[in-house]
């Protein structure tokens, strides 16, 4: 192994040293504390170190470093103490993650740091949207992130690399490839003989490096660094090296040939650099058996501390409202000066309100620049704002509510529109496991909307048609808002724009241009989670949302004998438990209607609430009118048969009748 210690001096070569040789005894220890049964799980990096210490040293300190598993030394070097990550290794309060998640699964805004989930590849969208919110804000910035060899094989990969290669933006994308995804060998991962090569298919520099040399990462990591902060632009590069231990202890080591233990044995960073420090005189080995003792007695201390430290006490009302981030939510009345508006020009004007007030705010999605958006909603926009803030994204939905959840760590808003709700299932893992989750994993806030045109009506088919709101409905830490009116698409766009949590804003495509409503001219704001009574009456209650308030309001016009009340929930996480109650208490019938399936539609968790909560007070079963159990056909006479409308009246007989 040649080391280039270029103009470096000796302190600075044993100050590597030191951040080289602390967390391979960090390991040493933990390795022991597994075998005693003291800890549960470990993920060993030894015989990586090299990358995340040098990569690290390489990195400015306010520079974002978004890691996995086997990457200690990121965390060391950015000096968390020992301590503090003991503790969120065991789940202690003081802990990153209060005990609510493992290992390395936490982000530190401190110490720039954002690790990963346990599903491999999400992290690298993250790192684009850091490093546009830096290109934005004209700030000279890079932004490193890792994934293995393993994880270039996810479409994350290439959906975060396509990204930042059409952006420009100053991302090093580093491999680490130390052999093995678990226990799957290179050559079942990838036909390409270096993973570096792949850079040329996104226009982009690719290098493959050793990565176990920590002078050579270093080096090479500050050249890219100092040169991509003046030229943004994202780099691959490729660290080889080897995994000296197991997926995890419990996965053994047993399906890697003992030669390759041999050969990598030649190549551990640590023995190869302190070698090379004593045959340049740097260091003797003496001062190297004080470091380390010192550094012995330094974990043993830390680490008994946390031992030390009571278990956690549960508390339900401390979970439940860490799910979302608290803020002091006053709503914006709206004007008089009011004008009639369609539901499809409410929601624009609400973006351009949006924009013109939140000068951090990003608008992103397919063909939303000059083209307006496949509904228009964003025509002029560009004009107006920019297209550093209307940007057209390529065709990938994970990548994209990613990178809005990086704009978000990096102090941006950002509005995310899916050009179908449909669409939404290529981005699901984002949505479900990132953008709903963080906050209560380690209190960073999540400040991304997704707008979902959503719904049937227009003989659109399977893919272009359907109700998913019951997909998010069940997520804790994602709000869901589903307007019927313009007033409301407005009101609640703003509100969902101004909350600094995600936020899943449905907008039903049949209603875009077949309603109009006069409504306030300037910003003004509908408190998320209020439902509303579009009519009211007292022989029973229809309970229900989007398109499903018109459906209601006209069989209410077409029976004007009936005395029907008619409650829109406008918000369906969190949803209206009491307007519901009340209305329920008072007429002593509800019928729940949606457009989503029968079967798991959300109308199941209100009828179970209601018939939980309002039973006594019931003077019929609780009923259910919504779609058929089966795909969206797009054929109109199916369509219109397939559609909860087909049932109502039937339903609603049904109810008053019994």
């Known amino acids: 192994m040649i080391f280039d210690r270029k103009n470096a001096d000796n302190d600075k070569l044993v100050s590597f040293y030191k951040a080289l040789l602390w967390p391979r005894m960090i390991e040493e220890k933990m390795l022991i504390l597994l075998r005693q049964g003291r800890i549960g799980k470990w993920f060993s990096g030894i015989g990586q170190e090299a990358i995340a210490v040098g990569s690290t040293l390489a990195m400015q300190p306010y520079e974002y470093i978004l890691p996995m598993h086997r990457n200690l030394g990121v965390f060391t070097t950015r000096d968390i103490p020992l301590s503090k990550l003991m503790a969120q290794w065991q789940g202690k309060a003081s802990g990153f993650t209060k005990g609510r998640d493992r290992s390395f699964h936490f982000g530190t805004q401190q110490y720039k740091i954002i690790g990963m989930i346990s599903h491999l590849g999400p992290q690298m969208a993250l790192a684009d949207g850091i490093a546009l919110a830096d290109v934005l804000s004209k700030k000279r910035r890079a932004t490193l992130v890792y994934t293995g060899e393993g994880g270039t094989s996810e479409g994350d990969f290439h959906e975060a690399l396509n990204v930042a290669a059409v952006w420009n933006l100053p991302v090093i994308f580093l491999i680490e490839n130390n052999g093995y995804g678990l226990s799957t060998p290179v050559d079942e991962q990838y036909k390409c003989e270096k993973l570096s090569d792949r850079a040329i298919g996104y226009g982009m520099e690719g290098r493959t490096i050793d990565g176990n040399n920590i002078l050579e990462v270093y080096n090479t990591v500050s050249e890219l660094t100092a040169d991509i902060r003046e030229n943004p632009r994202p780099v691959l590069l490729e660290c080889m090296t080897f995994r000296m231990r197991g997926h995890e202890e419990a996965s053994g080591t047993k399906y890697v040939p003992q030669i390759m233990f041999d050969e990598w044995k030649e190549k551990d960073p640590i023995a190869n650099f302190e070698q090379f420090l004593l045959a340049e005189g740097a260091i003797t080995g003496e001062k190297i058996e004080v470091i380390k003792k010192g550094f012995t007695t330094l974990i043993d201390v830390q680490i008994e501390k946390v031992f030390s430290e009571p278990d956690i006490i549960p508390d339900p009302e401390t979970e439940l409202r860490d799910m979302y981030k608290s803020f002091n939510n006053i709503a914006i009345q709206p004007s008089n000066n009011k004008i009639s508006k369609r539901y499809i020009d409410a929601i624009s004007d609400g973006l351009r309100q949006g924009m013109k007030k939140h000068d951090n705010l990003v608008l992103m999605g397919q063909d939303i620049a000059e083209y307006g958006g496949a509904f228009k909603i964003t025509q002029g926009f560009v004009e107006e704002f920019g297209r550093e803030r209307v940007r057209n994204t390529p065709i990938c939905e994970s990548g994209i509510v990613g990178a809005a959840m990086g704009l978000s760590i990096n102090g941006y808003k950002s509005v995310v529109e899916m050009q ?51 997909w998010f409905t069940k997520t804790p830490g994602l709000k869901v808002v589903y307007p019927a009116f313009p007033s409301d698409a407005k009101g609640l766009l ?21 309603i109009s409503e006069e409504i306030a001219d300037y910003e003004y704001t509908i408190e998320i989670g209020k439902a509303r009574v579009v009519r009211e009456g007292t022989q029973a209650s229809i309970v229900t949302y989007g398109l499903g308030v018109h459906w209601a309001l006209e069989y209410v016009k077409e029976h004007p004998d009936l005395s029907i009340e008619i409650v829109d929930l406008r918000s369906l ?86």
């Open 494 to 514: 703003l509100a969902a724009i101004d909350d600094p949590n995600p936020v899943i804003y449905f907008e039903h495509k049949y209603l875009y241009r077949s």
């Open 573 to 658: 996480q969190p949803w209206d438990k009491e307007a519901v109650e009340a209305s329920v208490k008072k007429t002593g019938r509800v019928l729940i209607l949606h457009e989503d399936t029968l079967t798991n539609g959300f109308g199941g968790e209100i009828a179970a609430h209601l018939a939980e909560h309002c039973f006594a007070y019931l003077d019929a079963p609780i009923m259910r009118c919504a779609s058929m159990d089966t795909a969206i056909p797009m054929n109109k006479a199916l369509e219109d048969q397939f559609l909860a409308k087909a049932r109502l009246v039937e339903m609603v007989g049904k109810l008053l009748d019994y």
């Open 420 to 470: 179908f709700a449909d669409f939404v299932t290529c981005a699901f893992n984002q949505v479900i496991n990132n953008l709903a989750k963080t906050h209560y994993r380690w209190g960073e806030n999540v400040d991304v909307v997704v707008r979902m045109p959503t719904g049937a009506g227009t003989g659109a088919g399977p893919f272009h048609s359907q109700s998913n709101e019951a």
